[in-house]
């Protein structure tokens, strides 16, 4: 199979912070590796593997293109024009234009976001292609993709037919740091720089007119002698009619 | 502005996503691909149509480009789902057809001057944008579940769609910790716990309160001090108690997603800036090992019949 892993496609929303008056101050933030990206791109090899395949990599944005290839992904593409944008599904246009860019491909893997959960499913639905989200795994089983998720209380396995867009859910960080040499490598491997304009996009946003801080209550803290701020709390609790 | 609406349904915990649907002025189209009951449960909550399709034991995403042709056909302004995987893949389907904008968390939705008003929850919910949109627009939803309200049912109508070869090969039900899952009271701790023995002070404080005993994910996956049944969170258990305590647990948003569904989240933590703060309804900034013996205590004071659940 020939597998395409998508990295490093959004900010990470800690990177932000929120000023008083709701607007967002990203503070240069640059794309980075989503918390699921380290799980797609095990999942990328896993499929590879399973089928004699290879793993691109696509990258969008000013995210350091060279993270999939100092983990092992000899090859990728960065469409480093591509601006971070609210509308999921312009995100996914610029994705599988590159994707369509890359020619014959069976596979696409990509961490399933919290903060962006339109991007996976869009960019299937752009490239028309059935999608599987919220996986914890996919491989390659005598030739076919299957994928892992829990649903319902149950562990399931699915078998999709390809092409197909694969999301990733991590469960745990599963990172592994590159060593030295993996860097050295990194630096040798093909990283082609892809345009909007080369792949024929030309994305926008809808108009903002702006943000405003939710309704929220802050909690309610105690602090001071531990038996005091105990009693304070048991009785709070009470109150609420918990205990 | 077309507002009329296609809400795309998969599974429980829609009552959210129906209810910004409904404030819009168009018609209400639900799309159920899941069980009849499903389908009669959305139908009494109001909308103004039901169309139904039994997936039977065929994971409902194979209905991906069925619905997507369709949609093309009926053109609703507005396309909604909540964030269920399954109902996320049809909702991508659908606008990618549609060549439909896709906003994530989307919490409100209004008309003014027909223009098509998103609000949507930003950098974790910190901030609402609100967002102008033209053409068709697909959202997620990104608020709190509520119960559904129920309206005048709507006629279900079953619907025979195209579906792609996607099949269930293995289905394995996964360990549940007993009693967990509905427990009334839950009292959880992290990191903050230093050794394994120590765990027996924040077990003593659970016996008090009649509570189940639960963990950050890193006590179960990488020190074993419970059994991996027994965390809270994304990759955990999804638990919905009366009462969550947390004690010296950081409170990262993996963790939290597990307890979005507790009425009332109490924090210990040492930390006054721990995250865990800014979610909490309640906390106590001290040392878990002077707090938690003295809160075991008060608890014990109470009457006894006060902590019969
Ligand atoms: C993809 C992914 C999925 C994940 N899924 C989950 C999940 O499902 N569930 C989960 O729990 N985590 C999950 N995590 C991990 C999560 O990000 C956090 O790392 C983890 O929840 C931290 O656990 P903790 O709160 O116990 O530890 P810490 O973050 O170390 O927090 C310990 C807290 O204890 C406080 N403390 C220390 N000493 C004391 C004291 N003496 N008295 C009082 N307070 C004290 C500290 O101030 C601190 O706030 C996931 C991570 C990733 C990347």
Redesign the pocket.
């Known amino acids: 199979m020939r597998v395409v892993v998508v990295y490093k496609w959004a900010r990470n929303p800690t990177d932000a912070l929120v000023r008083s008056d709701g607007s967002i101050d990203w503070r240069n933030a640059r794309m980075t590796a989503g ?2 990206d380290p ?1 797609a791109l095990a999942a990328a090899f896993a499929i590879a593997a399973g089928s004699d395949g290879e793993v691109l990599g696509l990258t969008i944005g000013d995210g350091d293109a060279s993270w999939a290839l100092a983990r092992g992904v000899e090859r990728a593409w960065s469409v480093a024009d591509a601006p971070s944008l609210v509308d999921n599904a312009a995100t996914a246009a610029i994705l599988a234009a590159a994707v369509r860019h890359l020619g014959e491909v069976d596979v696409v893997v990509i961490g399933d976001s919290r903060q962006d959960a339109g991007v996976p499913v869009a960019l299937a639905g752009e490239l028309g292609w059935p999608a599987l989200v919220g996986l914890t795994s996919a491989t390659t089983v005598d030739g076919r993709l299957q994928a892992a998720r829990k649903v319902g209380g149950a562990a399931q396995t699915v078998l999709l037919p390809t092409p197909a867009v694969v999301g990733i859910a ?4 599963v990172d592994r740091a590159p060593g030295m040499k993996e860097l050295l490598a990194a630096r040798k491997r093909p990283l082609t720089r892809l345009s909007l304009a080369e792949l024929g996009v030309a994305p926008d946003d809808p108009e903002s007119l702006g943000c405003a801080k939710p309704d929220s209550t802050p909690a309610r803290v105690f602090a001071g002698e531990p038996a005091e701020t105990a009693a304070q709390l048991v009785a709070a609790l009470r109150s609420e009619g918990v205990l | 502005m077309n507002t009329d609406c296609w809400l795309l349904v998969t599974a429980d915990g829609w009552g959210g996503a129906f209810r910004i649907a409904r404030a819009l002025p168009g018609r209400l189209t639900a799309v159920v691909i899941g069980p009849r009951l499903l389908a009669e449960q959305v139908a009494a909550a109001g909308p103004d149509e039901v169309r139904w399709t039994d997936p039977g034991p065929v994971p409902a995403e194979a209905w991906g480009a069925a619905l997507a042709g369709a949609a093309a056909d009926a053109q609703p302004g507005v396309v909604l789902s909540t964030t269920d995987p399954a109902a996320r893949v049809l909702l991508g389907a659908v606008a990618g057809r549609m060549h439909a904008r896709l906003v994530p968390a989307a919490v409100a939705l209004a008309v003014e001057d027909d223009r098509l008003l998103v609000r949507r929850a930003a950098v974790g919910g910190e901030t609402i944008e609100t967002l102008r949109c033209t053409g068709p627009v697909a959202v997620t939803y990104g608020g709190d579940d509520v119960a559904a309200a129920s309206g005048a049912a709507a006629p279900v109508t079953p619907v025979e769609l195209a579906a792609a070869p996607l099949a269930v090969i293995a289905s394995e039900p996964l360990a549940v910790a007993s009693g967990l899952e509905d427990a009334d009271r839950v009292v959880s701790f ?3 716990v ?1 050794a394994r023995d120590d765990v027996s002070l924040v077990q003593g404080l659970a016996a008090a309160l009649g509570a189940e005993l639960a963990c ?4 179960a996956d990488d020190l074993g001090w419970l059994d991996k049944s027994r ?6 258990n999804q638990i919905s108690p009366a009462l969550y305590l947390a ?6 948003p ?2 939290m ?2 307890v979005r569904g507790a009425r009332v989240v109490a924090a ?4 006054p800036e ?1 995250r ?1 703060f800014r979610t909490a309804d309640y906390g106590i900034v ?4 002077d707090v938690v013996p003295e809160l075991t205590k008060a608890v014990r004071n109470l009457p006894s019949k006060e902590l019969e659940q």
């Open positions: 918390e699921d799980a991590a469960e745990a960080d | 992290g990191r903050g230093r950050s994910m890193p006590i965390y809270v969170g994304r990759s955990g004690v010296g647990i950081g409170g990262a993996q963790h997603e597990g210990v933590n040492n930390d721990a865990i001290g040392d878990l090992y």
